[in-house]
């Protein structure tokens, strides 16, 4: 970052934490006072790291009182918000100093990766032009639960982030200026008088709602503004526009389509979530075209939209004018109520578009209250849109003729970018998948296959299976008798495939069948699509996850393309596509970070080359977490460092949890996450990464094993290890957080086997030890460097994106971390007899990071600037740490007043504690769950939840 860069962080993240306290000592003068003491006593430790200073801190946040405590650690919580802010406004004004020419920055935008590609790489401009043509990007949004923060604050957190950014980008006059300051003050209050804790669950609809206001405020209107950018990168290479008809993004959701392991995601919640996303598209559109009627009042035009205006006005006409114009006023348009002359034709077919747009949303309006209707054929009978071509056409229509007549500029504006909407976001505005767990499936065919008496499905051999599903499937007898008798999970799977018969088949793509470890996975679900009344059949996409069933993944993948009717099945309903999605979450809590990337690496590979051999077109489906620990990391880094020709211009990935504010809650920041997403894939196809050598290969299945070998044998094998981390992390503490709608784990489990991949890593993270990243690859590296492999080991970070990017996100991850910190988790929660374990893994680290460090030449981790993880992080570290360290400490102090409280029950040494401040009272009253909760557990409950978001925060990704 320049110099003026991080000047400017560093300004912008004290003027906010000024405003903070201003906001702070007008409330609560008292809790200021202190909060400014242990912030500066906070600073003294992070710059010297003697443990004389933490100490001191440790002392003064103990002697506080439970309510202090709470206000003490929403103060820094916010602050550390607020700071974060600053790092996303110093992002966007490094980006936009970029594309003025003021710096010069990676190749990270689609302009850049055009020079690039041409000047060095000599790429003729028009090979880049089509392959831009035929790539696709597609952002599934899903409802993991890792945005520990409420909306009611990120909206006000993204007005200051607006605010802080104008203050920097525009010229004002001195009472500007304060007028800006004070928007940023009142919006500080009010994030500090919301009561930051989520109450209570959300519903999977209440997740939806979330992920469609993110369309809302930002990527419906960045997505043409987008392309109108690539249109000038293109124009200035000499080429023309993309075609109208090619869309470089697609969006998808799993937001209640995603039933794995949550009993909240019914098939009544897939209909609701499919209605809302319709109606979210049907209204932004009947906006567009309200807007289009005022701006196109041309008379000129072609003869085709001449005809087509005079057909709708005579239809118009024919239906009593007097009486339209009624309905129109009844309807409250903004205007244009009567019939509209033919001699103002865009006007005519904008008007007719406009009557059908509210035509649909008033019949998307009754299928959300009553249930019972099908919603495709509700839409049938009516006079309402279903295909998009009914809405594209006569857009395309109004586009060509106003070319035709000369009006280029007028057709180029508002009408383009409309066309751009209807043709990326289409009537679903977001396609959801359906996710389910294979075993689900396997026992609702078991409950058939007995109840005909052939035998049990489950106790088949899997070649048995696989024989009798294909059979079924070539032949056409109803599978379903008349009165079997289901269980209701298995009839819960029968009615989700029966709702998904009765929806528009354009707001659904794939059903993903989770937990996939053989073909008959896949062929049940085909089957149970078709006997359930599906005439459109979905993409099935088989899941792996496991590092077993990765390894397994390209035989499953070869039994079901060497099936002739499976491959005439996706040739003639998926033009020979098969999707196939790789669980980035699960097999690094399986087998270790560095196992696991090794493991999707070649996956990926020998799958892809499996469908070749097939002459079937094989898209990879990248089920990425936010975290590095399940597969997050900066996203041109992730594209560029993948297998080459595994992405070949289709890339299919999930945006999951805070990583969607993160890409796409500001505007700036959601054309940079377009941008990045675009040229890394472009860059995928016409400059990929060399083919691992051999020797690379060889030295790369030791690390995995190895480092493999090491990580199980704490995390699976060493019996004490499940208690430590009990006791060591709050990871039982979590699901007080409401932030999400399914459970902590799959299935009824006490082990680590059954618990999902994103507690997992939130917990370590909380106690800043990032265990999942790190553990097992120490080992692997230092058994390489004693067999005098350090050479080669430099020359793989040197020279393949693969081990560079892996090794660098490490590094990251290790740069945030603090065995200070969790030495504290230790000593204060955990039992003494369980503490040596705690000491042996803090050695391992420390001696992991020596190894980094010696591959990639550095005294210090984050010191070389070109560290693909972000050139700024250490600044970014820097400045966090010192809201970080007092939400730890606060945490631990907590779980421990609440694991004693719970062990001692009403009659401990806290039950006779009332809370001293009105103001705190206040808030404890809020908690629906407070009656028969003692004060005191109420009030360290609060500051327990308060401590994990702010830490949270505090440990996210910069990348």
Known sequence: ?????????????????????????????????????????????????????????????????????????????HMLNLHNLTEEVANTQTERAGRMGELTLPTRSTNMSFIKLTNQNGVPAQKIYETLCSQTVELVFTAHPTQAFRQSLLKKYARVRGYLDELHNKRMSPYEKIELLEAIRAQVQAAWRTDEIRRQKPTPQDEMRHGLSYFQQTIMDMVPTFYRRVDTALANIGLPRLPLNHRLFEFGSWMGGDRDGNPNVTAGTTRDVVVLARLEAVNAYFQAVETLMFDLSIWRCSPELKALARRLAARAVAADPGRVAEERKKRNYADFWTP??????????????????????????QCLINPQLSVRQALLDTDSYLDVQELFEPLHLMYTSLLSTGDESTANHKLLDTLRQVQTFGLSLMKLDIRQESTRHAEVIDAITRHLELGSFLAWPEEQRTSWLLGELAGRRPLFPPGIELSPDEAEVVTTFRTLAELPTDSLHSYIISMTRTASDVLGVVLLMRECGMTELLKVAPLFETLDDLHNAPGTIQTLLGSEWYKGHISEHHDGVQECMIGYSDSGK?????????????????????????????????????????????????????PPATIKGKLRVTIQGETIEQQFGEREVCFRTLDLYTSAVLEACLDPPSAALPEWRELMNQLSETSCKVYRSYV?????????????????????????????????????????AIPW????????????????????????????????????????????????????????ADPKVTSMYDAKLVRP????????????????????????RQDELLEDPSNGASPELDEKIRLRAPYVAPLNVLQVQT?????????????????????????????LSRDPHRDGKHPFQAAMDDCLMITIKGVAAGMQNTG
């Open 895 to 923: 779980l421990c007043n609440l694991r004693e409280f719970d062990a001692a029950g009403s009659s401990g040494p806290r039950a006779g504690y009332q809370p001293s401040e009105a103001e705190i009272i206040e808030l």
């Open 1 to 77: 970052m320049p110099t003026s860069a991080k000047q400017l962080l560093r300004d912008d993240d004290s003027l906010l934490r000024q405003v903070f306290f201003n906001v702070l000592r007008h409330h609560h003068p008292n809790t200021a006072n202190k909060v400014d003491v242990i912030y500066a006593l906070s600073q003294a430790w992070c710059k010297s790291k003697d443990d004389g200073d933490f100490e001191l801190l440790e002392k003064y946040l103990g002697n506080l009182k439970p309510e202090e405590c709470i206000l003490v650690a929403s103060s820094f919580s």
């Open 716 to 756: 699976f094998q060493r019996p004490e290890f499940l208690e430590y981390f009990n006791l060591a992390t709050p990871v039982g503490e979590l699901g007080r957080l409401n932030i999400g709608s399914r459970p902590a784990s799959r299935k009824q489990t006490s082990g680590i086997e059954g618990l999902r």
């Open 833 to 856: 007899e369980l503490q040596a374990l705690g000491d042996e893994l803090r050695a391992k680290f420390g001696a992991t990071k020596a190894q980094v460090l010696a591959i990639v």
């Open 340 to 365: 509209i002359a033919a001699n103002e034709p865009f006007r005519v077919v904008l008007s007719h578009m406009r009557d059908r747009l509210w035509q649909t949303r008033e019949v998307l309006h």
């Open 590 to 642: 399986d087998a270790g970070r560095m196992a696991a990337a090794w493991a999707l690496f070649e996956t990926q590979e020998r799958i892809v080359a499996v469908a070749e051999q097939h002459g079937v077109r094989l898209i990879l489906f990248h089920g990425r977490g936010g975290s590095v620990g399940r597969g997050g990391g900066p996203t041109h880094m992730a594209i560029r460092s993948q």
């Open 761 to 816: 890593v939130f917990a370590w993270t909380q106690t800043r030890f990032h265990l999942p990243v790190w553990l097992g690859i120490g080992d692997a590296l230092a058994e390489a460097v004693e067999q005098g492999k350090l050479p080669l080991l430099q020359a793989m970070y040197d020279e393949w994106p693969f081990f560079r990017g892996l090794l660098d996100l490490v590094e990251m991850v290790m740069a945030k």
